[in-house]
């Protein structure tokens, strides 16, 4: 499946896209990798179910840690950049089973912290995406709300820059050009708490 990331810069103008991989959640090890890149583009995208690699508070999936490293230094190691999708709410931190349901700031940054500074994902990363299409609400489970999402980057930005300073932070992957939802953010305090925003086409 090929991935067309658009990356917007609060700085800059709006980049082209540029094609990719989204894994899909396979975890490739570096030889399946090398099949994948051909035709593929710039980046692998693959997503971090927080529920999975933290399933219960402060205890970690080692196997899943370590497997997400091999994949960012095998991406690496072919040319490609990764970019991970951070989702999935645990159910001990929102007391549901409803993995949409909207996520704590504090117990997610913390979570992306310890993540991105998980040696062999540290410095392997080039980006990380802060949730998944917020704007909707089978993502976002109620509605969307820019005021708490705007929280969450408020939350996640210092954590990934402090774990890892060479990372981008992206604006979870949008529904198409939603500009209202990116005014909102701007409106509830959004400015310098993300690199980019990335956009689903």
Not at 53 to 73: C, H, I, M, R
Request: overall charge negative.
């Amino acid at each position: 499946i090929l991935l067309l990331l658009a990356l917007f810069s609060p700085t800059n103008s709006a980049q082209a896209s540029e094609p990719g991989i989204n894994d899909n959640n396979q975890l490739y090890s570096p030889s399946q990798l090398g099949a994948k890149t051909i035709n593929s583009g710039k980046w692998v995208r693959e997503f971090v179910n927080w529920q999975d690699v933290e399933p219960s508070s402060s205890t970690y999936n080692q196997y899943l840690l370590g497997a997400y490293a091999q994949a960012a230094k095998a991406a690496k190691a072919h040319g490609l950049q990764t970019v991970l999708d951070v989702v999935g709410t645990p159910s001990w931190v929102s007391g549901t089973s409803d993995v949409h349901a909207p996520p704590n700031p504090a117990q997610y940054a913390q979570f992306i912290h310890t993540f991105a500074s998980t040696p062999g994902i540290q410095g392997n990363v080039s980006a990380y995406e802060i949730w998944n299409e917020e704007d909707a609400p089978i993502w976002w489970r109620g509605a969307p709300d820019p005021a708490a999402y705007t929280r969450l980057l408020q939350a996640a930005y210092p954590a990934i820059k402090s774990a890892d300073p060479t990372a981008t932070v992206l604006v979870g992957g949008l529904t198409g050009n939603d500009w209202p939802y990116v005014q909102e953010l701007y409106a509830n305090g959004a400015k310098g708490y993300f690199d980019g925003i990335a956009v689903h086409d």
